[in-house]
């Protein structure tokens, strides 16, 4: 097994002749929709294997859906698009495999390159290693080895790639693990001619070293039909795909025909009708809710498929949400909640000068019960959940928007697992750290501005009654703190599920990544409020 593993392996990196035949597509009976509209009836095709194939047709006919279904990212029970049909993935031993066959790889080269910023150019290639079924030791070498091959630049921020060191760099991660089908979506999009022409020789290049089944949707078939073996045509007037005779490559725009003309219906829905769909959608949306309520026990569970990189995501989760900053802002909310409290109950005390020395053991003891117990506790979350919240939901909306999450899944990835357990993971241990760091921070201001009219009394008076009602003599921890983690657990679960939830919700434009993270403020900020009410109702009826 190890030998015929090694054997595969060995394959990577290898000119084309001393590389096994590839993986064909036999596409029969295909017929796809999407909403009310057909864009495939009963379509069939075949891509043989190691060719690269060009998939044209008309903007909004269907291209990048049918690219989607080939790689998995599209199920058949899709919310928006449904399919039905048989689509088969051959390997040269011809065994057959269907799309959700996780046996097979199908690797996309994205549009926007759905490159992850976070991490350098050999990480990218590395991850995509590290999750590939084909493991490879030497997982940093491979990667450093295959940029330098493609003339990736590996000593800058992947963000600060040009376009055509990024598109290079996705082609890399694409190829990286052993692919039987690469899939190219609009490869040469918003480059410039020049770099358009070395993209397209990039792309024969790597298909006849590495062998690979190559899928390119494109509008630029003056740059790329000079590398197709075959050119397949989505023609949306017979709604099949047919294949465009060499003869007539010449022509292409004549053979693309007319453009199908946008749909301007506008169809009227009766009140009762809209709010039946709005009842569908809160149904269906809270069914979502309960269902990951119930399963988050098995959310929480570490299941990666690579353990560096979910302790790397963790430890890049933990850092969103405690970081450095997110100290600071609870820090400074502590500070100024300690000396406010403390500051007021002296200052505004009622006939002052004969009711102060009578209370003050009393009214220590209250400040620092109540920082601890209620007032720290319910701002600190508060701030959680607008300022963490908001940061992890935006984090996971630009992951939607730029297609990293669907990046992550044609490498091998799960989000649900790759992404939402270390946020989960981020908030269970970095709302109860950052609290207490508040509620430290709070003490010692509220320290602070008891000496600044207290002097005589000294801090060792402060502290001893400051923390009278906290300290247990048989424990080490402070009364009411099984209370205190159980809240905190609690506000720290919600506001990641729900950061999660409107993070991952799909998104078509910037302006859907600042309403998601706007839906989080709001939801976790109320979220928060209510465990804080509910706790309320139990917890201090316990406090004699």
Known sequence: MEDAESASESNVGKPAEAVTAGTSIEIRNLTVRAGERTLLNAAACTFSAGEVVLLLGCSGVGKSVLLKILAGLIDASHAGIQYTGDIAFIAADGKRRGVSDASHQVSVVFQNFALLDELSPVQNVQIALDHAQIRRKDAKARATELLEDLRVPTDRATAVLSGGQQQRLAIARAIAPNADVVLYDEPTSGLDARTAQQVA??????????????????????????????????????????????????????????????ATDVIAHSWAERIKQACLIFLTRSGILVEEVLLLPFSLLPLWRSWRWGLRYTLYYMRLVAGPSACIYIGIAGMILGYVAQDFVFRYLPFRQFTEPLLTENLLNATGFSLFRFLVPILSTILIAARSGAAVAADVGSKVYGNQLDAMKTIGMNPARSLRTPILYAFLLGT?????????????????????????????????????ELVQPSSILYRGSAWLIAKLVCCGLGVAMISWRCGVAPKLSGAEISQGVTRTILWATLFVLFVHFVFSLFEFRAVV
């Open 201 to 262: 020789d990039l792309i024969r290049e790597t298909q006849q070293r590495y062998q690979r089944t190559s899928i390119l949707v494109t509008h630029d078939y003056e740059t790329l039909s000079r590398i197709a073996d075959r050119i397949i045509l989505l023609d949306h007037t017979k709604l099949r795909l047919v294949e465009l005779p060499k003869e007539q490559w010449s022509d292409l725009p004549a053979a693309l025909g007319t453009p199908p003309r946008a």
């Open 432 to 468: 109860p750290f950052l609290v207490l760091l508040s509620y430290a921070v709070a003490a010692l201001t509220a320290a602070f501005a008891f000496l600044i009219s207290h002097q005589d009394l000294g801090i060792a008076f402060w502290d001893a009654h400051f923390h009278k």
